[in-house]
């Protein structure tokens, strides 16, 4: 009678209220609700104690337990008590038996199943052992184990670990592949993306990862213990993954974390770099990096790195964010043979808004600014289309309609002049629009800095040309060879650089040759 009514304490506490007495002696207080703030970003409490998995996936025909062991995150704190259960991530009941050996403090308690409860009430940190025969459970179902502690602080905290996918290894010899499938990737960032918002805090490659996992590159997650900040990095890269911790919304005098794969000796590394603002060199802290409980993997067959690293939120180190501060964060990868520098200077944009890692909140990385996609539209119209259509007119079209003229002058001139004033206009415009962006400052970023130089020397060309078109001499002054060179010159120097400016910043080399090879054509038959 009297195990009788224990176990339907457990069962009920278990899965009602989620709050354990587990030596009866304890009132525990209801866990506090989480708030939201008015964006609709979740904050939650902060876990002193996790359920460390020490392995990611579970065959339940391999004859081996599943390992996993409480841990604590504050040096202050321990566990006393504590009570484990597993569930089934679809249908939320208890699934599978807990193993416990003659000289363990656990007690064992049938709830649903036989043994599928743990409970200790002195926990000495032993590791503890789950398994569950493939009659209980099927290939590719997911499990997620959750637990009840008391700490030494005599306060009661639940906790949920990662969700460990069950996996059949007579049946994955046969389907396993090299190449990732979408369903691989769907079921990677759905696990990396569960518990965004909720536990950990969270920057993902799109607002739509944690909806549609098929759209993620990335996830960045953190907790804070209340001594260090813990982060777990992963993303589809063969190479290198890094996160860049900022003050600002530029480049510079900034922390650059990088997550390493050499595929040449497949050695991994995770090493913290400081990269200063007018210099394209990462410099590396050292001997002393300040990275704890450093860890990385990479898996081959979904190529994609993890690694996790833990930072005190200050250290006594100028060249070391201090991340009691707000940052902007921005994520970038990296294949084999690209440089981490130059990609970070071409494509650099940060998390909308700063972020403070002691919060858990739900981060997404920004768009580009509506001001730089109305900046690049004006550019690409203005010397993509107009440029060319003024240059082939003046080239191609003065023997046309050598009898008729439009407002006094010829009809080519008429409409290259018209248009070129309008690629003037729609070039001061764009500036304009970049200005606006820039909070009227300037960039001085790598190559942020040399798309603003050349910027503005199209700027100037488009408007001397007009200037010298007003002034240009008559067609038999001895000044008109001169004035056509000029004019010339100014042009070319002009188009080369919009077209070096604008291709090279989304990557589009190629377009950059073809513009080139165009004024070669176009040069070689004046």
């Given at each position: 009678m009297i195990k009788l009514v224990v176990i339907v304490t457990v069962c009920f506490l278990t899965r009602e209220s989620f709050q354990l007495n587990f030596d009866g002696n304890s009132c525990l207080q209801p866990a506090p609700e989480q708030n939201k703030e008015p964006d609709g970003h979740k904050i939650i409490g902060q876990s002193f104690f996790r359920l460390e998995l020490l392995t990611s996936e579970y065959d339940p025909n391999a004859n081996e337990p599943f390992k996993l062991r409480p841990i604590t995150l504050h040096h202050g704190i321990s566990i006393k008590k504590i009570l484990v259960q597993a569930l089934l991530v679809e249908s939320g009941r208890t699934i599978g038996s807990w193993e416990s050996s003659v000289n363990s403090n656990f007690l064992l308690i049938n709830c649903e199943n036989e043994k599928d409860t743990l409970i200790s009430n002195n926990y000495n940190g032993e590791i503890i052992n789950w398994q569950a025969n493939i009659e209980q459970i099927s290939s590719g179902s997911k499990i997620y184990f959750r637990a009840s502690i008391i700490g030494s602080n005599e306060e009661l905290v639940n906790v949920e670990s990662k969700s460990v996918e069950i996996i059949n290894s007579k049946n994955l010899a046969k389907t396993q592949s090299k190449n990732r499938s979408k369903r691989d990737v769907f079921d990677f960032f759905k696990s990396a993306t569960e518990h965004c918002g909720s536990r950990r805090s969270c920057y993902v490659s799109l607002n739509t990862c944690d909806v549609d996992p098929k759209t993620c590159n990335f996830v960045l997650s953190w907790e804070y213990d209340g001594q260090l900040v813990n982060f777990e990095l992963t993303g589809l890269s063969k190479a290198w993954?890094?996160?860049?911790?900022?003050?600002?919304?530029?480049?510079?005098?900034?922390?650059?974390?990088?997550?390493?794969?050499?595929?040449?000796?497949?050695?991994?590394?995770?090493?913290?770099?400081?990269?200063?603002?007018?210099?394209?060199?990462?410099?590396?802290?050292?001997?002393?990096?300040?990275?704890?409980?450093?860890?990385?993997?990479?898996?081959?067959?979904?190529?994609?790195?993890?690694?996790?690293?833990?930072?005190?939120?200050?250290?006594?180190?100028?060249?070391?964010?201090?991340?009691?501060?707000?940052?902007?964060?921005?994520?970038?990868?990296?294949?084999?043979?690209?440089?981490?520098?130059?990609?970070l200077n071409r494509l650099f944009q940060p998390s909308e808004s700063q972020v403070e890692f002691a919060r858990n909140i739900y981060v997404s990385t920004s768009p580009r600014s509506w001001l730089v996609k109305v900046h690049a539209i004006l550019g690409i119209i203005a010397w993509v289309f107009l440029g060319s259509i003024g240059i082939l007119l003046a080239r191609y079209y003065k023997p046309l309609w050598p009898n008729h003229v439009l407002n006094s002058f010829r009809v080519w001139f008429s409409f290259h002049r018209s248009i070129m004033i309008f690629v003037t206009l729609l070039s001061l415009l764009s500036l304009l629009f970049a200005l606006v962006e820039l909070n009227w400052g300037w960039s001085s970023n790598g190559n942020d800095y040399l798309h603003s130089v050349l910027g503005l020397i199209v700027i100037i060309c488009s408007c001397i040309n007009p200037i010298l078109g007003f002034f240009r001499p008559s067609p038999t002054s001895y000044l008109r060879c001169l004035f056509f060179w000029c004019h010339w010159l100014v042009g070319v120097v002009a188009y080369y650089d919009i077209h070096r400016n604008g291709f090279e910043q989304i990557g589009c080399s190629e377009l950059v040759l073809l513009a080139v090879i165009f004024l070669g054509y176009i040069s070689h038959n004046s």
């Open positions: 993954i890094a996160v860049v911790l900022s003050d600002d919304r530029y480049l510079g005098n900034d922390n650059i974390i990088v997550c390493s794969r050499y595929s040449e000796t497949d050695r991994l590394s995770i090493d913290h770099y400081y990269k200063k603002k007018d210099d394209s060199i990462l410099y590396k802290i050292e001997p002393e990096d300040h990275l704890k409980n450093k860890d990385i993997s990479y898996n081959a067959n979904e190529a994609y790195i993890n690694c996790k690293f833990s930072r005190p939120k200050t250290v006594d180190n100028e060249f070391v964010s201090d991340l009691s501060k707000p940052h902007f964060i921005y994520v970038e990868r990296g294949a084999p043979g690209e440089m981490i520098v130059e990609k």
